[in-house]
């Protein structure tokens, strides 16, 4: 396949020249790695790992260096994922042999090590450009990265240039993966058992992930801690582009084997497992936290990570990271939370991660035992276990090696439980771990725990699309509880009681919940919070969580939703001994409540999910987009509840909070406690005002992109003009932008009446990118990538205005495919859409008769630069392209005139191509067909025994009528593989 030199040059050259010159990796051509394996089909260096193996362990015998070999690349395992997480475990501790050292032991179990982790520079690490695979069909994946011959990275590189450049990358590695049922026997997945990263890049974006995963958790590689970007610049002499940030972040030496050795972890998330690599703010926050508390001086402090942003993982990370460190000497690490959900969901991820023998302190006295003895334990406990009958809590340990992490800092560190904690573990070193944390005058995070060691904020998370904006919209303030309404409510229900009377029934009888969850309240906001869900959230996709004041509040939203219609919600309340025959319905067991919420982030139903104080905190559902908080929440709890709708998902970008309750003047509350520069857009509180800028705005550069095609009377000639005005490649990229801008913007405001102005230029724009797309590439659906509340307003106008049937491919084949020229006013616009047609025709034909349709696009380039050198008119160009298109519609005519067969000429073109006088096998290429045709059965394409049983019928063919001798082997290969094209079945 042709490279794009924009590729080589602007892309895989500059990543190598990083990798060479600044990094200290060393290049080896695609032949030299040849010459280290066995095989195109063994994708590790063979030679490379024993010669390393050989140095790292310079006791083992050639047998066994042989044996480690083969426990490397032999792995048993029944999927490439099983096989990559025991060479990970291989690649960090090493594989063991039996070997006698002679030092009086006998033949014993021996650790071989594949990398060394202490002295980095007695690894090799090799780059390798254009990498051949050999699997069902052969794979090149542009670098790979090898440590000690192991295959460790993988970087697939993509022209900026070309249109959805990052999207290409990534679906290029996910064949290469076959990480879905399209890319069936079509990658090299023996590449991916070793594999540890990979990274999808066009140069001026670079994204990093690891095996298998979901496009939405691909980011960028921001900081190259601990360089800086200045220091990038300073090293380059240029400005650092993403690419540059990513390599230096993740494959300087130190980094690469870091990552490799402390930072992936295989999480088993609902009978699955999920392999996740850190992202930058997880490993600088992990590397920053160990640096600080093995300085002399000891410091503890906290970590200030967004929510959303992977605090768990953070907190998993770097307790690998304290338990490895040899100055730390086998520490002990107390995981602290304050809610059970939390700490259930901690120890489960360092359970599910691998983390060796996480102990979960059952009760105060369980705690009290691990703690008294600690002997390089990691326990997991709340903060409601440092509880004591006694009136002064003991002190367990004055022992200095312990590091208690504390998630959620900012809550539950200000009281008698943290005292005793902190009493209980005298010289400890205290990490704590918040989205939000507190400075004021009672509850100082800082004060509480130091300095802050690492800060990811809210704005950086969005920035790097770890996470979405929050909207916040007040609705139906007359159903909001304020004071007023029970002033007025008391003087209706207790007229004719004393003023004192009537206080003291308000206090027993009459309170703001009561009120907020009478039935025909909760009704009117549910028809509201419906209508809201169905028009602005429904239409995209995506879930909502509504959150009730108490717990028979949210029976009520369930019963008032069910009356309406809609049974596609779930509700999560706790159970209590003696509960009223009301509640009994929403008993439901840990397991139950858990296979709900695996539905609701998993399947289609639930699509709304009631509670009252479930799932506020440490909660996520990426499809989750709305919040609707009828709840008297405040101050933290407020925060941390808004951000469950922050997650990111495909097509989401935002999460909007809907406030039934009135907690304007709350969330001012919540968020005054911050500095006004750190909460700067923590939540929008006036989004509607704020986004409509930005939508005229972006409208104005959508339409304002066709400024410079000259306007005429006719409505279509212009439109026709304008799609023609994308014809080149970098222009239908820039287009795509603006209008893709546009239409996020437009989506955010409907159904807003302000947005609807702007619906009739999306509608005309959309033609235009539909009509360009249709004749200019190949792309699928044009306006599938597009919100679902936007697309329906297009997709009414194209049925309403038959939009599709003026601009829909149409086969060149089709007896409408004259007539749809016919309606193109310009020879330009005729001449467009018969390149673009044949061109189209050419990408599907290519495979299956490759010498036919590449002498057709030879003609059809010949054409066009001819034009471009004005050597010939439109007029010329309209003719020459139209002579063309006849010959792609009869390539049986072609057939005919070398007086063969239309299914045997594909076969015999390939064969003539190789030699000079070709006419003496065209018979030769009539049999050849024929032994094909003889073996095919169904999926034969994947019976190795097949083709092989082909190939010798085919070679055997072809040495009877005396085709060169040392073309042979080669031709064989190839005439099957066009067969395999060719022929389905």
Not at 771 to 796: C, H, L, Q, Y
Request: glycine letters at 4%; charged letters at 30%; hydrophobic letters at 35%.
């Amino acid at each position: 396949m042709t490279r794009d030199p924009k590729e080589l040059t602007e892309v895989e050259n500059p990543a190598v020249e990083v990798l060479t010159r600044h990094l200290g990796w060393t290049e080896r051509t695609a032949r030299e790695a040849d010459a280290l394996r066995p095989s195109r089909k063994e994708p590790v260096l063979v030679g490379l790992l024993k010669e390393k193996i050989r140095d790292l362990n310079p006791w083992i015998s050639e047998e066994n260096i042989d044996r480690a070999v083969y426990q490397l690349t032999s792995i048993p395992a029944s999927s490439v994922l099983e096989a990559n997480e025991k060479i990970h475990v291989m690649l960090d501790l090493g594989t063991t042999v039996l070997q006698d050292l002679g030092d009086g032991w006998g033949e014993r179990s021996r650790t071989v090590r594949l990398i060394d982790y202490d002295t980095i520079e007695n690894n090799d690490f090799t780059v390798v450009r254009q990498y051949s695979i050999e699997h069902y069909t052969e794979c090149i994946p542009d670098i790979a990265l090898f440590v000690n011959g192991i295959p460790i990275g993988i970087v697939e590189c993509k022209s900026p240039y070309i249109v959805r450049a990052m999207a290409e990358a990534l679906k290029q590695l996910n064949r290469y993966q076959e990480n879905g049922s399209g890319f069936r026997n079509q990658g090299c997945p023996q590449l991916f058992r070793t594999a540890q990263f990979l990274i999808a890049t066009h140069g001026t974006v670079a994204r990093f992930g690891t095996n298998y995963t979901p496009l939405r958790h691909w980011a960028e590689w921001k900081d190259p801690w601990p360089l800086t970007l200045e220091d990038l610049t300073l090293t380059l002499g240029r400005l650092p582009t993403s690419q540059d940030a990513l390599l230096f972040g993740t494959c300087s030496k130190n980094n690469l084997l870091d990552l490799i050795q402390n930072c992936i972890v295989f999480e088993r998330e609902d009978g699955r497992v999920v392999k996740k690599v850190a992202k930058y703010p997880q490993f600088r926050a992990a590397n920053k936290i160990l640096a600080q508390v093995t300085a002399p001086e000891r410091r503890g402090g906290f970590v200030w990570h967004w929510q959303g942003s992977g605090k768990s993982l953070t907190m998993e990370f770097t307790a690998v990271k304290l338990r490895r460190n040899r100055a730390l000497a086998n520490p002990t690490i107390v995981v602290v939370t304050d809610r059970t959900d939390l700490d259930q969901q901690i120890h489960g991820t360092f359970l599910h991660c691998g983390f060796p023998n996480p102990v979960n302190a059952a009760s105060a006295a369980d705690l009290k035992e691990a703690l008294s003895r600690p002997v390089g334990q990691t326990v997991m406990t709340t903060i409601q276990k440092f509880q004591d009958a006694a009136e002064v809590y003991p002190t367990l340990t004055e022992e200095r090696n312990i590091f208690v992490l504390v998630d959620e800092a900012h809550r539950s560190q200000y009281t008698i439980l943290a005292a005793n904690m902190r009493k209980a573990l005298p010289n400890a070193c205290f990490i704590g771990f918040t989205g939000t944390p507190i400075s004021q005058k009672k509850r100082d995070t800082f004060a509480e725990f130091g300095p802050c060691i690492d800060r990811y904020d809210h704005r950086q998370s969005v920035k790097d699309g770890i996470t979405v904006p929050i909207y916040y919209e007040g609705r139906m303030s007359k159903l909001s509880i304020a004071g007023n309404n029970l002033k007025d409510l008391s003087e209706r229900l207790f007229a004719g009681y004393s003023e004192e009377q009537r206080a003291k029934f308000m206090r027993k009888y009459v309170t703001k919940t009561a009120i907020a969850i009478a039935p025909e309240r909760v009704r009117r906001i549910s028809e509201d919070l419906l209508e809201h869900y169905r028009t602005r959230i429904e239409p995209n996709g995506f879930k909502a969580q509504i959150v009730a004041p108490n717990r028979l509040g949210a029976v009520r939203y369930k019963e008032a939703l069910d009356a309406l219609g809609r049974h596609d919600s779930a509700v999560l309340i706790s159970k209590m001994h003696n509960d009223e025959e009301h509640y009994r319905p929403y008993h439901i067991s840990r397991t139950e409540e858990q296979e709900i919420i695996r539905r609701y982030k998993e399947e289609d139903d639930p699509k709304i999910i009631i509670v009252c104080d479930k799932l506020l905190t440490g909660f996520d559902a990426p499809r989750e987009q709305v919040m609707y908080l009828d709840s008297p929440l405040k101050e933290h709890t407020l925060l941390q509840a808004m951000g469950r709708v922050n997650r990111r998902y495909k097509g989401k970008s935002y999460g909007l909070v809907v406030d039934y309750w009135g907690l304007g003047g709350a969330l001012r509350d919540a968020l005054s406690m911050y500095d006004d520069n750190d909460i700067e857009g923590l939540v929008h509180t006036d989004f509607k005002r704020e986004i409509l800028p930005h939508l005229q705005a972006a409208h104005r550069a959508a339409i304002n992109f066709f400024a410079p095609v000259p306007r005429v009377s006719r409505k279509d000639d212009y439109k026709q003009a304008c799609i023609l005005y994308l014809k080149p490649e970098d222009y239908r990229i820039a287009f795509d932008q603006v209008f893709k801008q546009f239409s996020q913007y437009l989506d955010m405001l409907l159904p807003d009446p302000e947005a609807l102005r702007y619906v009739s230029d999306l509608r005309w724009l959309a033609d235009i990118r539909i009509g360009a797309r249709n004749m200019f590439s190949e792309d699928d659906d044009p306006i599938e990538d597009i919100e679902a509340k936007v697309r329906t307003f297009i997709d009414e106008h194209v049925r309403a205005d038959g939009v599709i049937s003026v601009f829909e491919p149409v086969s060149i084949y089709s007896t409408d495919f004259k007539a749809e020229v016919g309606r193109l006013s310009s020879d330009d616009a005729k001449a467009s859409m018969i390149e673009h047609a044949v061109k189209r025709e050419i990408h599907l034909k290519l495979e299956e008769d490759p010498i036919f349709y590449e002498s057709l696009l030879d003609r059809l380039n010949r054409i066009l630069q001819e034009y471009e050198q004005q050597q010939i008119s439109s007029a010329e160009r309209l003719a020459c392209l139209t002579a063309v298109l006849d010959d792609a519609k009869n390539p049986q005519r072609h057939a005919e005139t070398l007086g063969l067969d239309p299914e045997v000429a594909p076969f015999y073109l390939v064969m003539a191509a190789e030699i000079e006088n070709p006419e003496r096998f065209k018979e030769a290429a009539s049999d050849i067909c024929a032994v094909i045709r003889g073996h095919t059965v169904i999926d034969w394409q994947q019976k190795e025994n097949t083709k092989r049983m082909m190939r010798q019928n085919v070679k055997r063919v072809l040495r009877s009528v005396g085709y060169p001798q040392d073309k042979v082997q080669d031709m064989a290969a190839r005439l099957i593989e066009l067969a395999a094209r060719r022929y389905r079945g």
